[in-house]
């Protein structure tokens, strides 16, 4: 069964440079959620997408930004990345037919130097 | 305010014993779902099981099985007969019942199984 894509799965930057993360949802699902996980941490939630239609935002800090396509897939950008910004990035998809049980992705790893 | 509390940072066991991962949670909402995922050294989130707030069957899946008590607010986590390949951060979250709910995780039990 087809599961989310992330990509890329590593990624190396250099402080206030710009990254992006994309995430491919399990085809049909129409909710895509954000999460990052600091090293030795629990999973924060950044930000999700309902129908294209942001749905909620947690802790995501202004110079982080996202949005999801017309074909469902979501991008979250990143900018003047910081020290603080080297953390494991998730990716999850849900969706009505899967009684919205979010489907996590394998994870961006993005180290800032 | 919704939080899940793991109280228990760290466990060591040896191969073949039982050991129970413990799971508070608050919220207050009457609706609302529980859940435990696996994060191997490798690093991906592995689900394990999703339970709704109306129903307090516990489950058994092979070696893992699950208690969950609303009179407690816990969803505490049992695995018997434990393996070296267990080992891994175990991480228990909550979520509304609504559509497009976030998960709001605990601060993860690791555990690490010996031979």
């Known amino acids: 069964a087809a599961g989310v894509i992330q990509s890329p799965r590593h990624l190396i930057k250099e402080k206030r440079e710009t990254a992006t993360l994309k995430c491919y949802p399990i085809?049909?699902?129409?909710?895509v959620y954000w999460y990052q996980q600091g090293p030795g941490q629990d999973p924060q939630f950044l930000i999700s997408f309902y129908e294209k239609m942001q749905s909620d935002k947690g802790s995501i800090p202004d110079r982080f930004s996202a949005q999801q396509f017309s074909d469902y897939h979501s991008e979250l950008n990143m900018s003047s990345l910081e020290l603080g910004d080297s953390a494991l990035y998730f990716c999850?998809?849900?969706?009505?037919?899967?009684?919205?049980?979010?489907?996590f992705g394998p994870g961006t790893r993005l180290t800032v130097t | 305010a919704q939080k899940v509390t793991q109280a228990q940072t760290e466990i060591s066991v040896v191969e073949k014993e039982d050991v129970t991962l413990d799971c508070v949670y608050e919220t207050r909402d009457t609706t609302y779902y529980l859940f435990w995922y696996k994060q191997p050294p490798s690093g991906e989130l592995v689900f394990l099981i999703r339970r709704n707030s109306f129903d307090e069957q516990n489950e058994i899946s092979g070696r893992y099985s699950w208690n969950f008590q609303k009179s407690t607010s816990s969803f505490n986590f049992t695995i018997t007969a434990s393996q070296v390949v267990d080992s891994a951060v175990y991480f228990c979250?909550?979520?509304?019942?609504?559509?497009?709910?976030?998960?709001?995780f605990g601060t993860g039990t690791r555990l690490q199984v010996f031979p």
């Open positions: 085809p049909r699902h129409d909710t």
């Open positions: 979250a909550l979520s509304e019942a609504a559509a497009t709910d976030k998960l709001i």
């Open positions: 999850a998809s849900s969706s009505r037919l899967a009684e919205y049980e979010q489907y």
